[in-house]
């Protein structure tokens, strides 16, 4: 081979197994869906798990949240003091709660994290992919419409 020839190569084209890839995205968008499943179940064990620190927190917001209206009405010493004591109770409350909620929240980060991964950058590209990509919709199908009909 002389160096004026040059061997060029060409791209192979690469048949595109359309079946597979279809099935690849059915796995993705069950994968999206399972992890968003896990957020939510690990969200209501979270809810069940901090339910009285959570109860603890709404009455002492609304116990500090009227005892305001009322000092704004007629400022008294007996308010103002409650109205400081409430706060502080409820700071400490609001610490009892995140740090309940800690664990759960370590667990569902990522899974949030996943399904926004999934939903912004994964499922688009694969819909390009299969030749689909996502336009900007502005009116509803008619499934769509009929589907969420608030029924009678």
Not at 51 to 65: D, I, P, Y
Not at 98 to 125: G, H, S, W
Request: aromatic share 6%; with cysteine; hydrophobic share 35%.
């Amino acid at each position: 081979m002389s160096a004026k020839t040059k061997q060029t190569t060409k791209p192979v084209p690469v048949e595109v197994d359309r079946q597979a890839l279809q099935e690849a995205f059915v796995e993705l968008v069950g994968e999206r869906y399972g992890y968003w499943l896990g957020r939510r179940v690990t969200q209501q064990e979270m809810t069940t798990a901090t339910k009285e620190q959570s109860k603890t927190v709404h009455e002492l917001t609304k116990t500090v949240n009227t005892a305001i209206e009322a000092y704004i009405e007629t400022p008294t010493d007996d308010l103002r003091t409650q109205i400081v004591t409430g706060r502080k109770n409820l700071a400490t409350a609001k610490k009892t709660v995140k740090t309940a909620r800690e664990p759960f929240q370590k667990k569902m980060t990522p899974l949030a994290k996943a399904v926004r991964y999934c939903d912004n950058v994964a499922i688009p590209d694969s819909l390009k992919e299969l030749g689909h990509p996502i336009q900007p919709r502005f009116s509803l199908s008619d499934w769509v419409q009929d589907a969420i009909k608030p029924k009678k």
